[in-house]
């Protein structure tokens, strides 16, 4: 039986603003507020203090190049190397024993890295990849689960200056191959498999099925055997290495970082898709790096004696920027999972922030109302004491499961943030900064320093705040994109044509997302800007219908799609799952109809409520809208492969349709 709301006293749900405390803004690596005000006027060279936390090989000199917008540079006169900044500093520093990566599996096994190991491995499959042949600027792919020797790929590309590009372990065949064609990339490096509740899964198949669909030569594949006993058998083929054999040959091997101008791609990834074909974006070497690092330091506030845990898979940017190179540059601890969080119980992240005593923890709101719903005994099980800053990306997280997991988890006394940004922007852009700003739950925040991002109409003013609008960034930043790979006209059709003005050299990026701001300038994201519905003229945000239905008790999550309405144009869908202890009844869906009326208005009643135990979520964890869509219209189903959970579509598909 859950407790429901009664675990958010009164006191909570109303308050609507939050202070950071005296003992957080102490300590924290930035609390001066004068930093918004010292960013902006000295802007772009503000950005030199995110680039001072790297070690240059060649010191730069300027920092933002703009003589071919948008193709901005950063510090491009200026050469590093990743790897040498996420590793061997620390361990020329004195801190080779640090432990940079605990990884944890979903049996319980640990391994545990020192940047020493960690320099050590990274130079010898730095060694392996240079042998196998790739040569500088030749994308490997990586299509690997969560194991340590994803990251030391990652970091043993960067050293010989080869782009990597991650693609998650949880894609489809089809998806690795597209990918590998789209980046023309020679090499992969793959794993025999890797558990998942309990399962062992044959990853390799699915990696020789993809190979199969690669249109050109694959030169080699490396096999990271995961699995040993409990593996399915596959014999390598001739261009196929093991791992561990591999890495034998190159024992005591050392390679001299390769110094990358600036500019020089650090990696490729993939979008997660869920708006139209994924789009190859470029990261580059100082400004991806710089960006992160600064993030890491200013909002995730990491010190080098942390423990930090980013739960997401590094097969995302979030575990790009905020499990491998951002918290690595900044000589920190950093914790990998492989596994789900509800196995063996649903009390396992929280056992491992025990186990680890980890001190900065950073989530997505679909985990965070999946804990909601479970209810607050899985955490009460746990010391979490050790916690000192918590975390969101992914989505909007609607006010309610913010305080669930500022009390729950937090025990009231870490800051939270909640952080807006995109693969596109390489690292967090709207978010308080926890030792300065005050949290409001349900906004993101400011844009952090030195980042201009406005909210406009279809015109691109200003507009006042509380209404809805566009977000646009109105400045480049050291973390951009700096194209789509080989589709430079991609790139300024997808983020630049939109807002910019070209005959007056006046460059805007969209991120296609809609947002609103209050008076203190606090930004609220609605989510993206096609996920909007029309009823009788009125133009409604899908986020802020869900986001008065998550309000009602009893409500763990909510899905909210325009379907086809002979008057209206557009109604209102609103799918629902209720918390454990919930019933999805008549009561409850007048419960939810007022609430949407209350907090909206009658205009956004919702047509038709549909209570079901699960949502269509792709792999990272977002709402399929699309789908949800269809049904609603009675359209064919579409595409369903990028699902987590492809069987649910039919489910609902019954309950609103009939059979
Ligand atoms: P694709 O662009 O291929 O459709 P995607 O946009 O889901 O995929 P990501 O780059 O992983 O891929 O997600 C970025 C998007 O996630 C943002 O544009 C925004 O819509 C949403 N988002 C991320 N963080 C937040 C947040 N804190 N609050 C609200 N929305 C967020
Ligand atoms: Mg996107």
């Given at each position: ?136 600027d030749e994308v490997v ?16 590309c960067a050293?010989?200056g080869a782009p990597h590009s ?17 980046a ?80 020089d791609m650090l990696f490729l ?13 470029k ?377």
């Amino acid at each position: 039986m859950s407790d429901g709301d009664g675990e958010l006293e009164a006191r909570l749900v109303e308050q609507e603003e939050f202070e950071p405390s005296d003992e957080f803004v102490e300590q924290a690596n930035v609390s001066d507020p004068d930093i918004y005000e010292e960013f902006e006027e000295n802007w772009p060279d503000c950005w030199e203090r995110a680039a001072d936390l790297l070690d240059w090989d060649e010191e730069y000199e300027t920092v933002l190049d703009d003589s071919n917008e948008p193709f901005y540079e950063w510090f491009s006169d200026g050469t590093l190397n990743a790897s040498y900044n996420c590793v061997d500093r620390h361990v020329e520093n004195g801190d080779k024993n640090r432990v940079a990566i605990k990884w944890e599996g979903e049996y319980g096994e640990t391994r545990t890295y020192t940047y020493q190991d960690l320099y050590r491995e990274v130079n010898e499959f730095a060694a392996a990849l240079r042998d196998m042949g790739v040569e500088e600027d030749e994308v490997v792919t990586l299509y690997m689960p969560m194991v340590p020797e994803l990251p030391i790929a990652m970091l043993a590309c960067a050293r010989i200056g080869a782009p990597h590009s991650v693609v998650f372990a949880g894609f489809s065949a089809d998806a690795l191959a597209t990918r590998m064609n789209s980046a023309n990339s020679d090499y992969l490096v793959t794993c025999d498999g890797y558990y998942r509740r309990g399962d062992a899964l044959d990853h390799l198949e699915k990696a020789n099925e993809g190979l199969e669909g690669v249109d050109h030569d694959v030169e080699a594949t490396v096999v990271v055997n995961r699995l040993g006993d409990d593996g399915f058998g596959h014999e390598l083929a001739e261009n196929q290495h093991d791992w561990d054999d591999l890495m034998d040959e190159q024992r005591g091997e050392r390679v001299d970082p390769v110094e990358r101008d600036a500019e020089d791609m650090l990696f490729l990834m993939y979008t997660s898709g869920t708006t139209g074909e994924p789009k190859g974006v470029k990261h580059t070497t100082g400004g991806y790096l710089a960006y992160t690092a600064w993030t890491s330091h200013a909002v995730l506030d990491l010190k080098p004696e942390d423990t930090y845990w980013c739960s997401a898979d590094i097969g995302w940017i979030t575990g790009h920027s905020y499990i491998v190179y951002g918290p690595l540059a900044l000589g920190t601890t950093t914790v990998m999972y492989e596994g789900t969080p509800d196995f063996p119980e649903r009390d396992r992240l929280w056992d491992i922030v025990e186990k680890y005593a980890v001190d900065v923890f950073y989530t997505a709101p679909t985990a965070i109302r999946a804990f909601m719903k479970w209810g607050s005994k899985f955490p009460e099980r746990r010391d979490l004491s050790s916690l000192r800053l918590l975390g969101t990306v992914g989505e909007p997280i609607n006010p309610r499961a913010w305080k669930w997991y500022y009390k729950h988890i937090g025990s009231e006394e870490c800051p939270v943030v909640d952080t807006w940004w995109q693969t596109e922007t390489g690292g967090m852009m709207i978010t308080t900064l926890p030792g300065v700003k005050n949290m409001k739950p349900g906004s993101a925040g400011p844009p952090l320093p030195g980042i201009d991002a406005r909210i406009v109409d279809t015109e691109g003013e200003q507009i006042e705040p509380g209404r809805a609008g566009y977000l646009t960034v109105n400045k480049p930043w050291p973390g951009m994109l700096r194209t789509l790979y080989k589709n430079d006209e991609r790139f300024i059709n997808e983020y630049w044509a939109e807002y910019s003005d070209e005959d007056a050299d006046e460059w805007v990026y969209f991120p296609e997302d809609g947002a609103k701001i209050d008076e203190d300038g606090y930004m609220t994201i609605l989510g993206r800007v096609d996920d909007v519905i029309n009823v009788s003229g009125h133009r409604l945000g899908t986020m802020e219908i869900e986001s008065a239905i998550v309000g009602v008790e009893g409500v763990a999550e909510a899905a909210v799609v325009g379907g086809n309405h002979e008057v209206k144009g557009e109604a209102v869908y609103a799918y629902v799952i209720t918390e454990d202890g919930y019933e999805g009844d008549d009561e409850m869906r007048g419960r939810i109809v007022e609430g949407v009326e209350d907090a909206i208005g009658p205009i956004a009643r919702p047509e038709q409520v549909v209570f079901t135990p699960e949502l269509p979520k792709t792999r990272s964890g977002k709402i399929m809208r699309r789908l949800l869509e269809e049904i609603a219209n009675e359209e064919e189903i579409g595409d369903t492969t990028t699902l987590r959970n492809p069987e649910i579509v039919t489910d609902i598909q019954t309950k609103v349709q009939g059979d």
